[in-house]
């Protein structure tokens, strides 16, 4: 019940494409789904988040489509470029005060070929 | 976004001596923070919970004595590797979780190489 099911494993996409990343969850009680971009060498970076209230959160070129019905949720990177190259890992908690542990995805490696 | 500091990024050490790894949240409190080892092109394995002001949860498998975490402060928590072997050569990466809002960020990471 605490997985996070993330696919595909590996992405290649050319420049200017469009990288969609899926992942499924299973606990109901979660009610935060952020996205981490990780380049080699460094520690994730919080990318982009929703809340189970809306469907879908817009940042830049950054999208997130949540479906609580199906408990999916996806990152769509639009006009991919070479510098999105890096592995993306979805995650699920629960927000506010509490020591909610984060259970992550197995992670995409986005390769964007110029 | 807020920012973890985690230092060192990078440590070489002998077999058998102890390595300390901090982790400091630098403009935020947080009740909480999270240890993670990552090997080579794989996703972040939870080593241990660890919470201010009291003992640190261990998930299964993870030795505690070997890893030993202290989280003496809202904005600091160590992570110290005893008597390192070659097999205790990873990527360390720690988290640390916004105390009121409970959004989780990562400190850079800090690369093990025990020789």
């Known amino acids: 019940q605490q997985q996070v099911k993330q696919s595909p494993q590996s992405l290649i996409v050319q420049k200017g494409g469009i990288s969609i990343i899926n992942c499924a969850y299973e606990n109901t009680a979660f009610d935060y789904f952020p996205w981490y971009q990780q380049f080699p060498g460094k520690g994730p970076a919080l990318l982009i988040a929703?809340?189970?209230?809306?469907s879908e959160k817009k940042e830049g070129r950054f999208t997130i489509s949540f479906n609580k019905s199906a408990k999916q949720f996806s990152l769509h990177i639009m006009d991919s470029q070479p510098g999105d190259s890096a592995t993306y890992f979805c995650a699920a908690s629960k927000l506010g005060p509490g020591t909610y542990k984060y259970i992550f995805g197995t992670g995409t490696r986005l390769k964007v070929l110029a | 976004g807020a920012v973890v500091s985690q230092h060192p990024s990078r440590v070489i050490c002998k077999s058998g001596t102890s390595v300390k790894i901090e982790c400091r949240s630098l403009d935020f409190q947080a009740t909480t923070m999270f240890w993670y080892r990552q090997f080579p092109k794989k996703s972040l394995m939870l080593m241990a919970t660890s919470n201010e002001g009291s003992k640190a949860t261990y998930e299964q498998g993870v030795e505690k004595d070997k890893f030993l975490i202290n989280h003496a402060s809202l904005t600091l928590s160590t992570l110290t590797v005893t008597s390192a072997h070659p097999e205790d050569s990873s990527f360390y990466i720690c988290?640390?979780?916004?105390?009121?809002?409970?959004?989780?960020?990562f400190g850079e990471g800090s690369r093990l190489t025990v020789l």
């Open positions: 929703i809340r189970p209230d809306v």
């Open positions: 988290s640390a979780r916004v105390r009121n809002t409970g959004e989780l960020f």
